[in-house]
């Protein structure tokens, strides 16, 4: 890996971007609360959009804060999913927590893939950030190939 930051993006068909919000908030989250962002940047799109964010439960607040511009706070290590248009990511800063947040992100992904209308048309994990140019780690065009890279023993979303 060249950085400490996590990334998994997939991108959906646009004429299912309703179904995908809609799909992920009604997944069971036990461990991420969701927060509708409003005309905030978006990395997805390079652009201000709005979306639905995810956030682990432990940092919810401090994310929330920032924001917000309420509680500005500097949060190193944390793990957040974000549903905007057609597109899915999650994000680990410097490698997340680990459990039960990364089984989670697991369980959805699995789950989402398992919606035959959601078939995901691409996707990638990369690894980077504090310094460090992103980098792809591994790269699909099909959930037959995610669900084999959630299996693989190099797979960062794969538990030790």
């Given at each position: 890996?060249?950085g400490?930051?996590?990334?998994?993006?997939?991108?959906?068909?646009?004429?299912?971007?309703?179904?995908?919000?809609?799909?992920?908030?009604?997944?069971?989250?036990?461990?991420?609360?969701?927060?509708?962002?409003?005309?905030q940047?978006?990395?997805?799109?390079?652009?201000?959009?709005?979306?639905?964010?995810?956030?682990?439960?432990?940092?919810?607040?401090?994310?929330?804060?920032?924001?917000?511009?309420?509680?500005?706070?500097?949060?190193?290590?944390?793990?957040?999913?974000?549903?905007?248009?057609?597109?899915?990511?999650?994000?680990?800063?410097?490698?997340?927590?680990?459990?039960?947040?990364?089984?989670?992100?697991r369980?959805?992904?699995?789950?989402?893939?398992?919606?035959?209308?959601?078939?995901?048309?691409?996707?990638?994990?990369?690894?980077?950030?504090?310094?460090?140019?992103?980098?792809?780690?591994?790269?699909?065009?099909?959930?037959?190939?995610?669900?084999?890279?959630?299996?693989?023993?190099?797979?960062?979303l794969?538990?030790?």
């Amino acid at each position: 890996m060249s950085g400490p930051d996590l990334r998994f993006t997939a991108t959906f068909a646009p004429a299912n971007a309703a179904s995908l919000a809609l799909a992920v908030r009604q997944f069971d989250f036990q461990h991420f609360s969701r927060y509708s962002v409003t005309a905030q940047d978006c990395q997805q799109h390079a652009r201000q959009c709005s979306y639905d964010l995810y956030i682990d439960t432990r940092n919810y607040l401090s994310i929330v804060g920032n924001i917000e511009g309420t509680q500005p706070v500097n949060v190193w290590i944390h793990h957040t999913i974000a549903v905007c248009q057609e597109a899915l990511s999650i994000e680990r800063g410097y490698g997340g927590y680990g459990d039960p947040y990364l089984a989670e992100e697991r369980r959805l992904l699995r789950w989402l893939v398992q919606i035959r209308q959601l078939a995901p048309q691409s996707w990638q994990m990369q690894s980077g950030g504090d310094g460090y140019a992103y980098s792809v780690l591994a790269a699909g065009t099909s959930g037959a190939e995610l669900l084999a890279y959630l299996d693989a023993e190099s797979s960062p979303l794969r538990p030790r």
